[in-house]
């Protein structure tokens, strides 16, 4: 009885330090090295804040961020390859993404940030504002 009693006990306790140890995992920020092997010389594909998916075309926008350090933003709806909407600069400051566009996202907080980077599902990527101002985003690289 007091074996069952402690086995019943023991499933949950392990089944649930599983799942926080999984957790942990998945919502780990990505090193300055594993950005800087994501990002540099790639083009991603980001939605629009706020917008949980990445499947409506006119909701994506397409940015390079070239091994210069020079980054080329789209607007959203725009198509990967076509002409920068704007630029600016981009680099790594410890974990964290930044960049400064020239006008780009101004009015919505976004013209000069840093983000840091968690693995999401599949290919995708949240991209997280480090001064919490603005909500994740989701993104992946294109290329």
Known sequence: MVTRILASSIVPVVLAVSFVATAQTLVSDLTAEQLKTLVSGKTWAIARWGDPTLTDPGRTAYWDFKADGSV????????????????????????????????????????????????????????????????????????
């Open 72 to 143: 080329c933003g789209r607007l959203h709806g725009s198509k990967a390859g076509t002409k920068c909407a704007d630029t600016g600069k981009w680099k790594l400051r410890g974990d964290t993404l930044c960049w400064d566009f020239t006008w780009m996202g101004e009015s919505h907080d976004y013209k000069s940030l840093c983000v840091r980077a968690h693995k999401a599902e599949g290919k995708n990527y949240q991209l997280i504002d480090a001064s919490g101002k603005l909500p994740p985003v989701l993104s992946y690289p294109v290329n």
